[in-house]
């Protein structure tokens, strides 16, 4: 069974940082991409950015651009999300999302973290 653990949410003020996390555990296989997703009350969830865990091609939403910035390491199968210049309007649960092949099965399988609450607000 593969699982992904999120940290690093909480309550910031506009104009702050946080820094989220994501690690993938269980039989993997290997993972063809890590991302974040987000949801805020009354809207539906969106992308936020993407990664491509080989060659590092990204993805981004038009409203993080310039703001946020994915990256990973693949030798830990963990995925951050630097998020800077935060507004009120990045007020959001976000998930962490894999496309991956499974170890033992060789499954192609699509996982979702638990989520982590982003608050930002004075």
């Known amino acids: 069974q593969v699982r992904l653990v999120e940290s690093g949410g909480g309550l910031v003020q506009p104009g702050g940082s946080l820094r989220l996390s994501c690690a993938a555990s269980?039989?993997?296989?290997?993972?063809?991409?890590m991302g974040w997703y987000r949801h805020a009350p009354g809207k539906q969830r969106e992308l936020v950015a993407r990664?491509?865990?080989?060659?590092?091609?990204?993805d981004y939403a038009d409203s993080v651009k310039g703001r946020f910035t994915i990256s990973r390491d693949n030798a830990k199968n963990t995925v951050y999300l630097q998020m800077n210049t935060l507004k009120p309007e990045d007020t959001a649960v976000y998930y962490c999302?894999?496309?991956?092949?499974?170890?033992?099965?060789?499954?192609?399988?699509?996982?979702w973290g638990q989520g982590t609450l982003v608050t930002v607000s004075s």
């Open positions: 999302n894999a496309k991956l092949v499974a170890g033992t099965t060789h499954r192609y399988l699509e996982v």
């Open positions: 269980g039989s993997i296989f290997s993972i063809y991409d």
């Open positions: 990664i491509i865990t080989s060659g590092g091609s990204t």
